[in-house]
């Protein structure tokens, strides 16, 4: 298959992640860091009147989030070992062992739309970890612009791909988004395969990494 977009050891595929897994080699694969599908039924609706209402153009979702109406199987992750999986409670792994708490509120401050903390389970390590990192970002400019109405922050994403991969180490995102994962990879010096469903993102993403600005801070978790 013909990547999207290939430079150095950043590569991503415009495709349906389950059409592209089996033609990798098996083994190659360090680390899977990604934000499935919940199986919800996410709408962007809010994300798309603040963006009426103030002019900007950060987020245009009119359809719902691809492969998000719960019949999306997500078996096909336990085939990689070391896996860190935005989405618990709705998404659960009986092999994880460990989980990341994402704080996203603090007190008295702006409150960001959606819910006020988010979850990711893994089998990287043991028990809760967490990090508080309030989130504007359809409120902010530069690298932080909200370019996916499920978007991490780069610090957070950061920190996992410092602390759970090697140098060089091949970094798997098969939910790509906004490309935040290949971000943070490529700024660490690992290698990174990323791939969407829809191409509108892939293009955002490929423009993060073609304006990427080094070095990259990364910052301690629960702190």
């Avoid at 199987?73 to 659960?92: C, E, K, M, N, S």
């Amino acid at each position: 298959m013909k990547p999207y977009y290939e430079q150095g050891d950043i590569t991503i595929y415009h495709a349906d992640c389950r059409d592209v897994l089996p033609t990798l080699e098996a083994g190659s694969v360090d680390l899977v860091l990604t934000d499935p599908p919940y199986g919800i039924n996410f709408s962007a609706e809010g994300y798309d009147r603040h963006n009426a209402k103030h002019g900007t153009a950060a987020v245009r979702v009119t359809a719902p989030m691809a492969n998000d109406d719960g019949s999306l199987d997500l078996g096909f992750l336990t085939a990689y070992p070391r896996r860190i999986v935005w989405g618990y409670p709705y998404l659960q792994d009986p092999e994880a062992k460990g989980w990341f708490v994402w704080i996203k509120h603090e007190s008295n401050s702006l409150q960001p739309m959606g819910n006020p903390l988010e979850m990711a389970y893994t089998t990287c390590w043991n028990g809760f970890k967490w990090k508080a990192r309030l989130w504007c970002g359809y409120l902010t400019s530069g690298e932080q612009r909200l370019a996916h109405p499920t978007q991490k922050p780069l610090s957070i994403i950061s920190w996992m791909v410092a602390n759970f991969s090697d140098d060089n180490a091949l970094i798997l995102d098969p939910f790509m988004g906004s490309g935040t994962t290949l971000v943070a990879a490529k700024a660490l010096g690992r290698r990174a395969i990323g791939i969407e469903i829809e191409e509108r993102y892939c293009e955002i993403a490929a423009k993060r990494l073609q304006q990427m600005v080094l070095p990259l801070e990364v910052s301690d978790a629960n702190s």
